[in-house]
C-alpha cells in the first residue's frame, strides 16, 4: 500500500527513489492537472482530460487543445 501524508500529498508513492525536487515538481503538476478547469465557451468548470493535450468539456461539448497537461484556451 502507498503511503500519502499532508506533507508530500500523492507523491508519496514514490519514496525516496526520487529526488526532493523531482516529486516537488510532479507534486505541482498533478495538483494542476487535478484542479476544476473552466470552459472558456460555456463559462462551466466542466472540463476534463481525455488525453495529453485534450481536454472536452462535458456541458457544451466542446474539444480544447493545449498543454500537456492542462488544456490552455486560446487566446481571442
Do not use: Q, W
Amino acid at each position: 500500500m502507498y503511503s500519502h501524508t499532508k506533507k508530500v500529498g500523492s507523491i508519496g508513492r514514490h519514496g525516496v527513489r526520487v529526488g526532493r525536487k523531482a516529486r516537488m515538481e510532479m507534486r505541482k503538476i498533478e495538483d494542476k492537472r487535478k484542479e476544476e478547469i473552466i470552459c472558456h465557451s460555456c463559462g462551466k468548470p466542466k472540463i476534463k482530460r481525455s488525453a495529453a493535450g485534450i481536454g472536452n468539456c462535458k456541458a457544451c461539448g466542446g474539444v480544447f487543445a493545449g498543454g500537456a497537461y492542462l488544456p490552455v484556451p486560446e487566446k481571442k
